[in-house]
């Protein structure tokens, strides 16, 4: 399972399969492009992640099994979902981002 599931439908519509397109752990597993570099966070006290609604490893797997992509994963402790999560990282992302766009 990629973490896509019936919980949102209502925004993507009754077509399961057209799900496929907004599903990160499906397009990581077809991908076929340049190479790529994904730095991903995520909170081990993320309520989501502990109700199973995200499932990063999944994600996780998929780019491993494509040598075209090069996950960073970093699970962090102590934080979930929310703002002191993002202001945390913000600043790695953005490094990150400016190193590979300009």
Do not use: V
Not at 55 to 67: G, V
Not at 78 to 101: L, P, Q, T, V
Request: charged share 25%; hydrophobic share 35%.
């Amino acid at each position: 399972s990629s973490g896509i599931n019936a919980e949102y439908g209502g925004y993507l519509g009754d077509n399961k399969s057209a799900w496929k397109q907004y599903d990160a752990t499906f397009t990581a597993k077809e991908y076929d492009g340049p190479k790529l570099e994904i730095l991903l966070d995520q909170g081990e006290d993320d309520p989501y992640l502990n109700d199973k609604q995200l499932l990063p490893e999944n994600f996780a797997n998929a780019c491993s099994n494509n040598k075209l992509i090069n996950l960073n994963f970093r699970m962090q402790p102590g934080y979930d979902h929310g703002y002191f999560f993002i202001m945390s990282f913000m600043e790695d992302h953005f490094n990150f981002m400016a190193k590979h766009i300009c």
